[in-house]
C-alpha cells in the first residue's frame, strides 16, 4: 500500500459516521475493563488512538511518535514500547488492523483500521427486542460490601415503587430483577457519576438505562455474569469513559 494523506485511506473506515465508531469502541472498552485485556498505560495509548482515528471513522495513519507524544500532554505519558505492546494485543483481539505503507520503497507509516465489534448486527437487533430473561438463566446476584443498605420491606413497597430511584430506570430494570436488586443497580450510577458535576440527573438516568441494556444484550449473547452489581458497574465506567475522551477531543 502507497503512502499518502488519511483521506487517502477513507475506503478502510468499516464505520458510517463518528457515533457509530465511539458506540463500537464503548463495547470493546467493556470487553477490555471486564478481561482486563490491557494495562492502565496500554488502554492510555489505546484511548489516545482512538482520538486520532476520528477524522477518518477508525482509521488512523499518524507516527507512533506523534501519539506517544500526545499522551504526554494530559501529563500521563506512555512510552513508545507500551504503545506497541497495545497494538500487538489489539492485534490480538481482531480490534486493529494494520497496514503498512511504501513509499518509493521504503516503509512509510502504518495505518490503524479499528474493526466493528463482533455480532454488531446481532447486538442491534437484540437491543430492539429485547424481552425480560427467565430468572435462571443469569446466576443470582451477590451483594458487594460497596454497595450496603438497609433493606426492611425493600420488597413491600407500595404499589411496588422503589423511593429514590428513577422511574424511567426502574421501571426498565424491574423487568429482570427484584426491587432491592434495582436499588443496589441505581446505587451503582449514583456511584460512578457522584463525582461528575458537568451531568445532570436525567443524563444519568440515561447512561444508567443505556448500561442496563448493555448488560442484557451481553447475558442474552452468552456472557457469564457472576456479580451483576460489579459487572453493571464496569459497563457504567467504559460509557464514561468514552464520553471523557469525546470531551477531551472536542475541547
Known amino acids: 500500500m502507497k503512502s499518502g494523506n488519511i483521506n487517502q485511506f477513507k475506503h478502510l473506515s468499516k464505520f458510517d459516521n463518528l457515533k457509530n465508531f465511539n458506540s463500537s ?42 501519539i506517544v507524544s500526545a499522551t504526554h500532554n494530559d501529563t500521563v505519558g506512555i512510552s ?21 505503507t511504501f513509499n518509493h520503497g521504503k516503509q512509510g507509516h502504518s495505518v490503524y483500521v479499528f474493526n466493528e465489534y463482533p455480532s454488531k448486527n446481532e447486538l442491534n437487533s437484540l437491543y430492539a427486542t429485547t424481552e425480560p430473561l427467565q430468572q435462571e438463566e443469569i446466576e443470582p446476584p451477590k451483594t458487594s460490601n460497596l454497595f450496603k443498605t438497609n433493606n426492611h420491606n425493600i420488597n413491600t413497597y407500595e404499589d411496588n415503587v422503589i423511593p429514590n430511584v428513577p422511574a424511567e430506570f426502574q421501571n426498565l430494570a424491574k ?22 458535576a458537568y451531568m445532570n440527573h436525567l443524563e444519568k438516568i ?29 459497563i457504567l465506567n467504559a460509557f464514561l469513559d468514552t464520553e471523557y475522551m469525546n470531551i477531551v477531543r472536542n475541547a
Not at 470493546?28 to 482515528?53: G, N, P
Not at 476520528?54 to 507516527?63: D, L, P, T, W
Request: aromatic letters at 14%; one cysteine or more; glycine letters at 4%.
Open 80 to 100: 513508545r514500547s507500551t504503545f506497541k505492546r497495545m497494538l500487538l494485543k489489539a492485534q490480538e483481539m481482531n480490534l486493529i488492523t494494520i497496514h503498512h
Open 175 to 196: 423487568c429482570y430483577y427484584s426491587p432491592k436488586q434495582v436499588l443496589e443497580l441505581w446505587k451503582c450510577v449514583k456511584i460512578s457519576t457522584r463525582y461528575l
Open 25 to 66: 469502541m464503548e463495547q470493546w472498552y467493556v470487553d477490555i475493563h471486564q478481561q482486563k485485556l490491557l494495562t492502565k498505560s496500554e488502554l492510555i495509548a489505546l484511548k489516545r488512538l482512538v482520538c486520532f482515528s476520528a477524522s477518518v471513522f477508525g482509521v488512523c495513519n499518524a507516527k507512533i511518535s506523534t
Open 206 to 234: 440515561n447512561l444508567g438505562i443505556r448500561a442496563f441494556k448493555q448488560c442484557i444484550v451481553n447475558m442474552k449473547l452468552g456472557y457469564k455474569v457472576r456479580n451483576i452489581f460489579g459487572y453493571f458497574f464496569s
